[in-house]
């Protein structure tokens, strides 16, 4: 198996920071297109359902290597300042893939 790394974290917005936030996480994005020599990146943010105002955000990485260099890197550690000035609480972390499952779908067509 080729190892994968992902991002993911944990937001916990401010009441009424939402609209903020989101506006924050795609600036953040875009930061991460701006990092010179990286890789493509696909992040997904979703949102809790039962609580408006958590959010989780996650994303593939070719290497260790891009995750640290993302780090670093001056403008994406000023857009990520932005987004956790706007929450309560923050955990973000990285990961490497152990293990991967598939499924046949039981579904009858």
């Known amino acids: 198996m080729q190892e994968n ?22 600036k953040f994005a875009h930061s991460l297109s701006q990092v010179p020599n990286s890789p493509s990146v696909r992040g997904t943010l ?23 260099t993302m780090r670093n890197n001056e ?18 972390a990285h990961y490497k893939t152990v293990m991967q499952l598939t499924f046949p779908s039981s579904r009858k067509q």
């Open 5 to 26: 790394y992902y991002t993911h974290a944990l937001w916990h917005v401010k009441e009424g920071k939402a609209e903020e936030f989101l506006v924050a996480w795609k």
């Open 46 to 68: 979703i949102q809790s359902i039962t609580d408006p105002l958590v959010f989780y955000s996650f994303g593939p990485w070719e290497t260790l290597e891009d995750i640290h």
């Open 75 to 92: 403008k994406v550690k000023l857009a990520f300042t932005e987004i956790v000035e706007l929450c309560q609480d923050t955990k973000p």
